[in-house]
């Protein structure tokens, strides 16, 4: 079983920046696919970014939503089994409940990293807002 829990939303300015974390625990990173997604009320879950990779390398594959390319970066650090997802110039449209999601594989293909399905574990979510 895996366990994440997401930190570091909050409230910002359009045109700020915030860096959301998402700690893994219960077990060890091998190949895995984690996928930053977000909600905002009464629209649906989409993802804004994810990172694939295997056991041993140090990279991974990337993913970023059209609207969040060039203000979004995902980025891993096996040592401390943690995702972040760093935004910047941050828009009012960016408000969101914002989650992490992980899967136990390798994911290259745009079609499944976005899709809600592709991922069996989720936090609990974290809340940025974005004010005009």
């Known amino acids: 079983q895996v366990q994440l829990v997401e930190s570091g939303g909050g409230l910002v300015q359009a045109g700020g920046s915030l860096r959301l974390s998402c700690a893994a625990s219960?077990?060890?990173?091998?190949?895995?696919?984690m996928g930053w997604f977000r909600q905002a009320p009464g629209k649906e879950r989409e993802c804004v970014a994810a990172?694939?990779?295997?056991?041993?390398?140090?990279?991974?594959?990337?993913y970023y939503a059209d609207s969040v390319k060039g203000r979004f970066a995902i980025s891993r650090d096996n040592a401390e089994n943690t995702v972040y997802l760093q935004m910047n110039s941050l828009k009012p449209e960016d408000t969101a409940e914002y989650y992490c999601?992980?899967?136990?594989?390798?994911?290259?293909?745009?079609?499944?990293?976005?899709?809600?399905?592709?991922?069996?574990?989720w936090g609990q979510g974290t809340q940025v807002t974005v004010s005009s």
């Open positions: 999601s992980a899967v136990r594989r390798y994911y290259s293909d745009y079609f499944n990293v976005r899709r809600l399905g592709t991922y069996d574990y």
């Open positions: 990172i694939s990779w295997t056991a041993g390398s140090s990279g991974g594959s990337t």
């Open positions: 219960g077990r060890t990173f091998s190949s895995w696919t």
